[in-house]
């Protein structure tokens, strides 16, 4: 048996451990991951290697030569030009002529890998994934199998609302040299995105094994510390090499010269040649080789690679030191913060929580880092929720952190476009919008100022200027507290999950692409863009048929933000406007559910005034919420038919709806010889199937998320049929569609996912979530991707069979989630 040990990968995540050295150098306990993955292939009786490689592959020949020392004859395969993960391995289809194994040289297992190849053979199989159980999937490729082992479907990276199984590919691999044949050499190809997925679709015998044991792929820093430990606390059953144990979970190498006045306490490493102060504390801390600790000096929760220098009276805590640093007498470095090689820190210097620090910087004396040299991440691994980036106003999401968001955007972006920039009238949001500006421009990026305005006028600018994107940054309507920022494509709908993990690709590395002086980004402002989203808006609509109704409206809305869009829109129709509340009189706006809950008083005005309709909307100008002459107000999947109704009556003939929409819809569309396309639920997804579909007549507008187009569409047709607002409701169909949320952990998604779909039947749907379709109704269970909670959609044929299906999957997912 051979081995391929793929050692391409630079490791961005890991910066700026990586900044100059390939991932797979990167040390556990002192060695090489790669080291690990040598002996563990020698333990199991494979000794003849090929190495794949594209990042410095010197540092890699340097350490390892043929492989002599370690008893195994390695041989290297550079790439030019990355090739991805299968066609680096093609790169070395004159060595493999009989079954391989490939195997990541940047990732740590355990694993019996003859276990893997007994099913390959066994099975006959042309590749076997070597499979992990993963409680939280989402940073992984997904894979499903039947019983047998044979695998029916993949997904890399996905959403909660994809995860179906909690079995992740290891990135580890069983293969026959036919797979060759399938794609040229020096292709770019990649196992997972291209090969696997064509030999699935040639039906050829592609399967998945789980095996027992530990895997990681030690893909971001707090993984890297979280493996230093793992080993320590016996949860690796690998070797801990050339180290004796003196202690409880206590190892040191050879050399080492410890003070009999320190205190050591476990899990602890200490690496040959270092040297221990007195009264120097350790716990909990792995001291690579040739470090000098100096006396009273306390290391915690720490790792430290080799060459370092610790002055007195130096405080670790909870940091990542990479090789030949100087720290200075009473400097102190705190949790999550990391320094890559040859830092000088100062005396007394303070490098705070999440700081990185790149390599060959010189921190001064009794300086305070608050910010990383250069820029550090201080968000966890995924920055997006579903419509953008969200988090607390100048505590989370800062002039800062926008400013190197926008960097990370415009390294995206090709510099021969323009991008817009907006917000909502708040200063908070103005304020963010300017360094954002800033952020861009750094990047060469020409932007385009739209002003105060709202979500549904900034995707109108994106299209209308011909703009490669847009940004545009508002206060949440949930919760006026919270920032979003939301990112819009060159039509102006949000941007796609891949789009977004681009972004966070940039960001999370630091890879931004800075420019000289000379290349820095042009900046113009744009007026009356409201002006012209309206006037685009009337050319959609019968303005004269609207006008002569004469219609009364009741309206609660916000003035700040909308004093120049929704008031001059219902002049423009000629409606006598009713106002029940138009100002909050604060910084910030109401949110939408405070409006909701308020909207007696709107009620007693349309109910005395005898007036037409009754409209709330939130200060973004997204969520249109009708409320009848009668008093009553449409709940979000009432409103979702209505819309849906009149664009079939317009002559719609394809509409794109999110999975959990009432299906009374697709049997409307049925009546007008339309299609229904359902998509994930997310509401960017369907949105970006809407503005895709209408590209050679851009759009502009999306009926179910602008609530000025939205009341037009009402208008129009109330106007069209000379009927009032509850007629036209009578005419859609009636429909019984239940929501309950199941709180749950977030390590349990995976796990219930996977009993869910192996226990499926045939009527059953795999978008997003699970849908099942029963005689009565249909019932849709999809974990959330932003809270530790599952949601439950079902829609019966009555009000009985909809409370009939919510019970039984509440009761059945409670039982799984107790299990």
């Not at 990649?190 to 789980?210: I, Q, R, T, V």
Request: proline letters at 4%.
């Amino acid at each position: 048996m051979k081995a391929v040990i793929m050692a391409g990968g630079k490791g961005t995540r890991l910066r700026p451990l990586t900044c100059d050295l390939p991932k797979p150098m990167v040390p556990v306990l002192t060695y090489p991951v790669m080291e690990h993955i040598i002996m563990l292939l020698k333990q199991q009786g494979i000794t003849e290697i090929a190495v794949t490689t594209f990042y410095l592959p010197r540092v890699l020949q340097d350490y390892f030569g043929d492989g002599e020392k370690w008893g195994v004859n390695l041989h290297y395969y550079i790439e030019e030009s990355p090739l991805g993960t299968a066609g680096s391995v093609h790169n070395a289809d004159e060595f493999l002529d009989e079954t391989f194994i490939v195997i990541s040289g940047d990732a740590i297992t355990d694993f019996n890998l003859q276990e893997g190849i007994d099913f390959h053979r066994e099975k006959g199989s042309d590749a076997t994934l070597i499979l992990s159980r993963e409680e939280i999937p989402l940073e992984y490729g997904v894979v499903m199998t039947d019983e047998q082992g044979q695998i029916i479907r993949f997904l890399e990276k996905p959403n909660w609302g994809q995860v179906f199984s909690d079995t992740i590919n290891t990135g580890i691999y069983v293969l026959e040299p036919e797979i060759f044949n399938l794609f040229d050499k020096g292709e770019k190809f990649d196992f997972s995105k291209d090969l696997f997925p064509l030999m699935l679709h040639k039906e050829m015998n592609l399967y998945g094994l789980p095996l027992n044991g530990y895997w990681n792929d030690i893909g971001n820093l707090v993984e890297f510390h979280k493996t230093q430990f793992d080993f320590l606390q016996g949860r690796i059953n690998l070797p801990i090499n050339s180290a004796r144990q003196i202690g409880d979970r206590i190892w040191i190498e050879e050399n080492v010269d410890i003070d009999n006045t320190a205190i050591l306490r476990g899990p602890l490493y200490i690496g040959s040649g270092t040297r221990i102060g007195r009264n120097v504390f350790l716990e909990h801390s792995v001291i690579g080789k040739n470090n000098l600790v100096q006396s009273h000096s306390s290391i915690k929760n720490s790792v430290l690679w080799d060459n370092n220098y610790l002055g007195r009276h130096c405080e670790l805590r909870g940091t990542i030191i990479t090789d030949n640093n100087k720290i200075q007498d009473r400097a102190s470095i705190f949790d999550h913060s990391a320094l890559g090689r040859k830092v000088k820190v100062g005396r007394e210097a303070c490098i705070k929580p999440g700081v990185k620090i790149w390599p060959e910087k010189e921190i001064g004396e009794k300086a305070v880092v608050e910010h990383s040299i250069i820029w550090a991440p201080r968000w966890n691994k995924q920055l997006f929720s579903n419509m953008g980036v969200i988090g607390q106003g100048n505590i989370d999401i800062t002039p800062e952190f926008t400013a190197k968001l926008a960097s990370a955007y415009g390294s995206t972006l090709d510099k021969k476009r323009p991008v817009t920039v907006s917000a909502d009238s708040y200063k908070i949001s103005n304020a963010l919008k300017r360094s954002f500006t800033g952020g861009l421009q750094t990047t060469g990026i020409d932007v385009v100022d739209l002003g105060d305005t709202t979500t549904p006028v900034a995707r109108y600018g994106v299209g209308k200027l011909d703009a490669q994107g847009g940004v545009h940054i508002r206060v949440s309507y949930e919760d006026p507290q919270q920032i979003v920022i939301e990112f819009l494509n060159t039509n102006g709908a949000n941007i796609s999950s891949s789009d977004q993990k681009g972004i966070e690709k940039k960001f999370f590395a630091e890879d931004y692409r800075l420019g000289g002086l000379d290349e820095i980004g042009e900046y113009s402002y744009v007026t009356e863009i409201n002006q012209g989203y309206l006037d685009g808006i009337l050319q959609d609509f019968n303005v004269d048929i609207i006008r002569r109704n004469l219609f009364s409206v009741v309206v609660d809305y916000e003035y700040n933000n909308l004093f120049d869009i929704l008031p001059s829109f219902l002049k423009k129709m000629n409606c006598q406007v009713l106002s029940a509340r138009n100002f909050s009189g604060s910084d910030l706006p109401l949110s939408l559910e405070e409006r909701l809950e308020i909207s007696e008083r709107l009620v007693n005005i349309i109910i005395e005034n005898e007036a037409d309709l009754g409209i709330i909307i939130d200060h973004n100008a997204e969520n249109l919420n009708l409320v009848t002459d009668s008093g009553r107000v449409l709940n979000r999947s009432e409103h979702q038919v209505l819309i849906s109704y009149i664009l079939l009556e317009k002559g719609f003939d394809e509409l794109y709806l999110p999975l959990n929409a009432p299906r009374v819809i697709a049997d409307l569309a049925e009546d007008y010889g339309a299609r229904i396309t359902y998509t994930a639920v997310r509401p960017q997804v369907p949105m970006l199937k809407y503005f895709d579909s209408r590209v050679e007549e851009p759009p502009y507008f999306y009926p179910y998320l602008d609530a000025v187009y939205g009341l037009g569409l009402v208008l129009e047709k109330m106007a069209e049929e000379n009927i009032g607002f509850d007629e036209l409701l009578s005419k859609l169909p009636e429909f019984h569609l239940r929501n309950v949320e199941i709180p749950c952990r977030w390590q349990d998604k995976g796990r219930i996912m996977r009993h869910l779909t192996n226990n499926a039947g045939e009527e059953t749907e795999l978008i997003d979530g699970i849908r099942f379709t029963h005689d009565k109704g249909w019932a849709l269970v999809i974990p959330d991707s932003e809270k530790p909670i599952f949601h439950i959609f079902a829609e019966g044929y009555d009000e009985e069979a909809a409370d009939s299906l919510t019970g039984f999957y509440q009761e059945k997912l409670q039982k799984l989630l107790d299990s």
